[in-house]
T-cell receptor, first 114, second 117 residues
């Protein structure tokens, strides 16, 4: 069965610094999609970044980038120049191509210190 | 122009009551989902419909019954509410498109916080 693991329940970062959130997954599929979602205190789930497994290039969205290591089944999120508004729960998610089910990790709570 | 909307956003009710949560998406997606997020923030998938057909039915008490009148709507009815049903319920939708505009992510509604007293 596919699983997604976020081993850091909580992380802290100083404002303007860089932080990396870890995510590993287990799958026997070769074609799949990976995502990072942000859930601020407002509880709205917001897509931060997505990555197709068939793409070797790491996805980037402004201050957010991923380090996708397919062989290691690792998908970490790097947040540069952290801002107070980045404080939230971050969820890593996986979806195998050809399926409908998304599998979420348990989340990492990110605190940003002023 | 809310993409995925849910009503109500807050629901407080007593044990034993029956309640419904409604979800609508205007993204033209074929697939819709219900998730339950507990107090530890764990997201658990409950149901999924694709073009009005039930395609995912996780281990959920049969007091929970989803209904999809059309592919833009997915409602959740809960009978005989229990204290343990207190949670945030999220509706989401998705559509896989490999050609531009590429899409395979889920879009979430704002959530419904259900409190059973």
């Amino acid at each position: 069965a596919q699983t997604v693991t976020q081993s850091q329940p909580e992380m802290s970062v100083q404002e303007a610094e860089t932080v990396t959130l870890s995510c590993t997954y287990d799958t026997s599929e070769s074609d799949y999609y990976l995502f990072w979602y942000k859930q601020p205190p407002s509880r709205q789930m917001i897509l931060v970044i997505r990555q197709e497994a068939y793409k070797q290039q790491n996805a980037t969205e402004n201050r957010f980038s991923v380090n996708f290591q397919k062989a290691a089944k690792s998908f970490s999120l790097k947040i540069s120049d952290s801002q107070l508004g980045d404080a939230a729960m971050y969820f890593c998610a996986y979806r195998a191509s050809g399926t409908y089910k998304y599998i979420f990790g348990t989340g990492t709570r990110l605190k940003v210190l002023a | 122009d809310t993409a995925v909307s849910q009503t109500p956003k807050y629901l407080v009710t007593q044990m034993g009551n029956d309640k419904s949560i409604k979800c609508e998406q205007n993204l033209g997606h074929d697939t819709m989902y219900w998730y339950k997020q507990d107090s530890k923030k764990f997201l658990k998938i409950m149901f999924s419909y694709n073009n009005k057909e039930l395609i995912i039915n996780e281990t959920v008490p049969n007091r929970f019954s989803p209904k999809s009148p059309d592919k833009a709507h997915l409602n959740l009815h809960i009978n005989s509410l229990e204290l343990g049903d207190s949670a945030v319920y999220f509706c989401a939708s998705s559509q896989v498109r490999r050609l531009a505009p590429v899409s395979y992510e889920q879009y979430f509604g704002p959530g419904t916080r259900l409190t059973v007293t």
